[in-house]
């Protein structure tokens, strides 16, 4: 019988990430025997899935850059098709510990979706300013109706279980800050129960944030452009679900 690390695929949506997804997918499959990791190139112009595959990953190229959304959707499909159960994201710039997956794993099994949260008393990670308050309002918001408590709702490592993988092979929004906060309002919505265990994040190896106080103001206004989309989005039926 399969593991759970077996029945599991790490999406990895890299966008110009030659810089650190070598060293982020070696560490995976260093840390994690048995797993499969799926590097989608999301219409990098640089050397990333070169760099990918040579760290031994299965790498997709995306045409153009879809962004997050749309790498992770190709990544649900994908899992869907080679018959994975369980689909875990984890970022390419090395933010994201492998180590931490058999947690998440591990509450896969009272859960359809885990959040690995950064403020949940693991780790230092911290944010100021408007992020920090829009974080907090967001938190707030999605517990309610999530009927659980949330605090790290713009997290980009979570794990998937057979419901929502079916659920967001279909539905999974590509939108900006789609993949984060709609996703879990669609989840919510279709009945999917979610969780959350603290995690510490890492600095980035490489590259640059792809938010900076400069950009703050604005995030801040399309956080909430974003929840506003996702509340008045449909709620997704189950016949829209690719069956796992």
């Given at each position: 019988?399969?593991?759970?690390?077996?029945?599991?695929?790490?999406?990895?949506?890299?966008?110009n990430?030659?810089a650190?997804?070598?060293?982020?997918?070696?560490?995976?499959?260093?840390t994690l025997?048995?797993v499969?990791?799926l590097?989608?190139?999301d219409?990098s112009t640089?050397a990333t899935?070169i760099?990918?595959?040579?760290a031994g990953?299965t790498?997709?190229?995306?045409?153009?850059n879809?962004g997050?959304?749309g790498?992770m959707r190709?990544g649900?499909?994908?899992a869907?098709?080679?018959?994975f159960?369980n689909?875990i994201?984890?970022d390419?710039?090395g933010?994201?510990?492998?180590a931490?997956v058999?947690?998440l794993?591990?509450a896969?099994?009272?859960a359809d979706?885990?959040?690995g949260?950064?403020?949940?008393?693991?780790g230092?990670?911290?944010?100021?300013?408007?992020?920090k308050?829009a974080?907090k309002?967001?938190?707030?918001?999605?517990?309610?109706?999530?009927?659980?408590?949330l605090t790290?709702?713009t997290?980009?490592?979570k794990?998937?279980?057979?419901?929502?993988?079916?659920?967001f092979?279909?539905?999974y929004?590509?939108?900006?800050l789609?993949?984060?906060?709609?996703?879990l309002?669609?989840?919510m919505?279709?009945?999917c129960?979610?969780t959350?265990?603290?995690?510490?994040?890492?600095?980035?190896?490489?590259?640059?944030p792809?938010?900076n106080?400069?950009?703050?103001?604005?995030y801040?206004g399309?956080?909430?452009l974003?929840l506003?989309f996702?509340?008045?989005?449909?709620?997704a039926?189950?016949?829209?679900q690719v069956?796992?």
């Amino acid at each position: 019988m399969a593991t759970p690390l077996e029945q599991t695929l790490i999406v990895v949506p890299a966008y110009n990430e030659e810089a650190s997804v070598g060293a982020t997918v070696s560490e995976i499959l260093t840390t994690l025997p048995g797993v499969a990791c799926l590097v989608v190139d999301d219409g990098s112009t640089d050397a990333t899935s070169i760099v990918a595959q040579e760290a031994g990953a299965t790498v997709a190229v995306l045409p153009f850059n879809l962004g997050v959304g749309g790498a992770m959707r190709f990544g649900f499909k994908y899992a869907i098709s080679h018959g994975f159960r369980n689909v875990i994201q984890i970022d390419a710039d090395g933010q994201h510990d492998p180590a931490n997956v058999p947690q998440l794993l591990t509450a896969l099994a009272d859960a359809d979706l885990v959040i690995g949260a950064r403020f949940a008393g693991s780790g230092a990670y911290e944010v100021k300013g408007p992020r920090k308050w829009a974080m907090k309002v967001l938190s707030s918001t999605l517990s309610r109706s999530a009927r659980t408590t949330l605090t790290d709702t713009t997290s980009g490592f979570k794990a998937s279980g057979p419901k929502a993988v079916a659920l967001f092979a279909s539905n999974y929004p590509a939108e900006y800050l789609g993949d984060t906060i709609e996703a879990l309002v669609i989840a919510m919505r279709a009945g999917c129960v979610i969780t959350q265990i603290p995690v510490s994040m890492r600095p980035r190896t490489a590259g640059v944030p792809s938010h900076n106080p400069l950009k703050a103001a604005t995030y801040l206004g399309r956080v909430f452009l974003a929840l506003g989309f996702a509340l008045f989005r449909p709620i997704a039926r189950p016949e829209q679900q690719v069956e796992a």
